[in-house]
């Protein structure tokens, strides 16, 4: 199957870890390093709606800019845009099949829509 997606960052082990699931299960999808490729609003607005998470769960909390940004108290749009300028905020990875869209925390999640 080569109509599946990964948004993909090769230093994350979680992502890493998603990337051979899929293989293990036939899956050679479309890797899009989204650091390098980042989405458009448009599509990261689908991809967190297709997922069935709110917005906030697509942001990486962790990372230094989210608090440098002030971003605790943005809103679903301050956030989107905030991703869109800076896709290191985006949590990764997100996984789009035939079947769905999952973000992959936890990898199992992926698992659901093979």
């Known amino acids: 199957m080569t109509d599946s ?9 979680t ?3 998603t990337l051979e699931l899929l293989r293990e299960n036939g899956i050679e999808p479309t890797v899009v390093q989204y ?9 990261l607005e689908k991809m967190i709606r297709d997922a069935g998470i709110d917005v906030r769960t697509a942001v990486r909390k962790k990372e230094a800019l989210y608090g440098e940004l002030g971003l605790a108290d943005a809103s679903d749009d301050e956030l989107l845009d905030a991703m869109v300028e800076h896709p290191i905020l985006i949590e990764r990875p997100f996984v ?11 990898i199992d999640a992926v698992r659901e829509i093979l």
Not at 5 to 13: A, E, Q, V, W
Not at 35 to 43: E, G, H, N
Not at 96 to 106: D, H, S
């Open 5 to 13: 997606t990964i948004y993909h960052n090769p230093r994350c082990s």
């Open 15 to 17: 992502s890493r870890k």
């Open 35 to 43: 650091l390098k490729t980042p989405p458009s609003r448009a599509d």
């Open 96 to 106: 789009v099949t035939p079947k769905g869209t999952r973000l992959a925390r936890p």
